[in-house]
């Protein structure tokens, strides 16, 4: 039984340089979500997909951020241009479900810096 | 507005003591409530959930929570820690059907030998 898996765990970036994180959900979970965690706060949600569709996005997540899930399966979180402001843990959940909230499967996040 | 508040940021607790981690939330609709647990370079890990029914939730490692609509709390307990609960404790809430889930700033519970 294999959780929520994200790689990379830690990616270390310049400023300016775009950045790409992959997020393997728990098979057969038809929801997936991403979330920002900086320090001393909350994860943050970022955007949500069922099965391949986005449908919400956080106000959050501006025009650098770009999230896709093509085949309804993994799903990747590319960032544009970073900036400092950037640095952060980003973190992916999955979940089974329709109707009311389903639980929310946390992978370890993957930790991003921008110099 | 819709928001959740967890009022304390740390909470020190020596082991074998009972412990209280509180959260409050604000909103006009229904809500489902849920604490996840996160330790050390792990992932968050979920601990309990109210949906509906019983307000009064058990979860994993002798943690309960009780869901008090009228003070809009659902404050965590465990009667007796132990050192391996030292961790940080979230609280998140959901609001009504909505998928995205709310977090507090989180508790960082220590508990001393």
């Known amino acids: 039984d294999t959780g929520v898996s994200q790689d990379p765990r830690h990616k270390i970036t310049k400023r300016g340089q775009n950045v790409t994180f992959r997020c393997d959900p728990i098979?057969?979970?038809?929801?997936l979500y991403w979330y920002r965690q900086t320090l001393g706060q909350g994860p943050e949600f970022l955007t949500y997909?069922?099965?391949?569709?986005?449908?919400?996005k956080s106000r959050l997540l501006s025009d650098r951020f770009s999230a896709e899930r093509p085949k309804g399966s993994f799903s990747t979180l590319e960032i544009q241009r970073t900036e400092q402001g950037d640095s952060a843990m980003y973190l992916c959940?999955?979940?089974?479900?329709?109707?009311?909230?389903?639980?929310?499967?946390f992978g370890p996040g993957t930790r991003l810096t921008v110099l | 507005a819709q928001s959740v508040t967890q009022l304390d940021s740390q909470v020190p607790v020596f082991e074998e003591a009972p412990v209280e981690l509180r959260c409050n939330y604000s909103?006009?609709?229904?809500?489902?409530l849920f604490w996840y647990v996160q330790y050390p370079n792990q992932g968050l890990q979920l601990l309990l959930k109210?949906?509906?029914?019983?307000?009064l939730v058990k979860g994993i490692n002798g943690f309960e929570a009780e869901f008090n609509k009228s003070q809009t709390s659902f404050h965590l307990r465990k009667p007796s820690v132990h050192i391996s609960d030292t961790a940080e404790y979230f609280c998140?809430?959901?609001?009504?059907?909505?998928?995205?889930?709310?977090f507090g700033t989180g508790t960082s519970l220590t508990v001393i030998p």
């Open positions: 959940a999955s979940s089974l479900g329709s109707g009311s909230p389903a639980t929310q499967y």
């Open positions: 098979s057969e979970h038809n929801r």
């Open positions: 997909f069922q099965n391949e569709a986005q449908l919400e």
């Open positions: 909103s006009s609709v229904s809500v489902y």
């Open positions: 109210y949906l509906s029914g019983s307000t």
């Open positions: 998140a809430v959901s609001f009504n059907t909505g998928n995205q889930f709310y």
